[in-house]
């Protein structure tokens, strides 16, 4: 498997400085990238833009907490979470597990355990992956899209909310593969009528819209958390919900 520390980026957010720096120092000499935040929802941000490999959030710095942000990006992703909290509160420790995060550490912690939680669920990460390989390797042209809790086979055509097969007709299915394809980015109508009605002589973006709405109503039925959200003037975006929105 080689070393899992190479090239691996971990993002940081905590609300001591002194703190933030025990941390960086600790892992870039554990041979890792580390970028610092000074807040949850700025490592948010910068997760939105590029994720990184692994993830250490503060619960107890201000403004969108580490829970609030730790919950949308385990909506996203899977990879690792570390949540660090105060010393005597269990409450925390029992939220984190619950919220599906890897690992919660006490304040103080000492660097040594903090590299060896670290090291710990990269190598996890690593071998999740290459059994997730293994099981699609029989079809060398298959790629599996994943987003929030829907899953895409493209080569069999199917896709599935929380392991649940949804109904789609071939235009809905292209659309929303398509869309999943270029989840990092905002999708213009005009894009999607040249991918999937290639621009045909009697279709305009009513068509578009007509099929977001479509797909809207059978990702809610389905009790999906992903949102397609319009972004007016121009196209659409894919989002999650939280639960507590989730119909």
């Not at 060896?116 to 996890?124: N, Q």
């Not at 869309?179 to 990092?184: E, S, Y």
């Not at 109508?189 to 109503?217: C, F, P, Q």
Request: proline share 2%; aromatic share 8%.
């Amino acid at each position: 498997m080689g070393d899992v520390t190479m090239s691996k980026l971990i993002y940081v957010a905590d609300n001591d400085i002194e703190n933030r720096q025990m941390i960086q120092s600790c892992l870039r000499e554990g041979g890792y990238q580390v970028t610092c935040f000074e807040s949850n929802n700025a490592l948010f941000a910068a997760f939105q833009q590029k994720k990184c490999d692994l993830t250490i959030l503060d619960a107890s710095m201000s403004g969108n907490d580490g829970f609030m942000i730790g919950a949308k990006i385990r909506q996203v992703s899977s990879r690792p979470i570390i949540m660090l909290i105060e010393r005597d509160s269990e409450d925390d420790y029992v939220f984190s597990i619950s919220l599906g995060f890897d690992a919660c550490l006490k304040k103080p912690f000492s660097p040594a355990v903090l590299s060896a939680h670290v090291r710990t669920l990269l190598i996890k990460a690593e071998l999740h992956k290459a059994e997730l390989s293994k099981a699609f390797q029989p079809n060398q042209e298959s790629t599996v899209i994943t987003y929030a809790d829907i899953t895409i086979y493209p080569d069999k055509r199917r896709i599935y909310c929380n392991n649940k097969e949804l109904a789609l007709t071939n235009t809905e299915f292209s659309v929303l593969t398509f869309i999943l394809k270029n989840q990092d980015r905002s999708i213009s109508r005009s894009e999607l009528l040249s991918e999937i009605w290639m621009k045909g002589n009697h279709v305009n973006s009513r068509a578009t819209d007509d099929t977001i709405k479509r797909l809207r109503r059978k990702l809610n039925k389905a009790g999906s958390l992903l949102s397609i959200d319009t972004v007016w003037g121009y196209g659409f975006r894919l989002g999650v919900k939280l639960e507590a929105d989730a119909t």
